[in-house]
């Protein structure tokens, strides 16, 4: 049995496939390869076009909300924090990320929770971060580990989806956090 009786699509593109090329080869083939070009670009720019039409652009600014007027309760401190977000995706934590937390929690499990530097804030603290609600710290990264070498207290937020991590954007806010944690004696607290 020939190889294209099981294959039977093989005979139809070899043929187009000819058909396109054909000039190629004789004294004008200057000619097929400049309509193989234009026509190759015309459909990879309707494609293009076609795609970009439900694009949303989210432009993210950074927020800085005040400090809030009323003492916290007993035993915590204001302390400022940048806030930032993410999701379990590959765009937010790499293509390979096991869907598991610095304490080995499962993200589908808890889709919410906080990541820091633990130096500053210890894990499996329950922490209320308005806007987003109450979620454990559970988590760490590089940035953050960075902003702590800056003096600078950055959580970052786990969202289920993308476009919620996107839309929260940076915002830098007042928390209420233990007065005997690392991050509420920091010097750059005003």
Request: aromatic share 12%; proline share 7%; charged share 20%.
């Amino acid at each position: 049995m020939p190889a294209s009786a099981w294959r039977p699509w093989t005979r139809g593109t070899r043929r187009v496939l000819a058909w396109w090329f054909a000039a190629l080869g004789d004294r004008h083939g200057w000619f097929a390869a400049l309509r193989l070009t234009a026509t190759t670009l015309g459909i990879g720019l309707l494609i293009g076009w076609g795609s970009t039409r439900y694009l949303r652009i989210i432009t993210v600014e950074e927020k800085f909300l005040p400090k809030p007027v009323i003492e916290p309760a007993n035993g915590l401190r204001w302390v400022q924090v940048k806030t930032t977000a993410y999701c379990p995706c590959a765009i937010c934590c790499g293509l390979f990320s096991d869907g598991r937390t610095s304490i080995n929690r499962d993200v589908t499990k808890f889709p919410y929770g906080i990541a820091v530097e633990p130096k500053l804030v210890p894990y499996r603290l329950m922490v209320d971060v308005p806007g987003y609600g109450t979620a454990m710290v559970d988590d760490t990264g590089g940035a953050m580990r960075q902003s702590a070498k800056n003096g600078v207290v950055h959580f970052d937020l786990r969202f289920i989806t993308h476009s919620e991590a996107r839309r929260w954007g940076v915002r830098h806010m007042y928390i209420a956090l233990p007065a005997n944690i690392p991050a509420a004696s920091l010097v750059k607290q005003p």
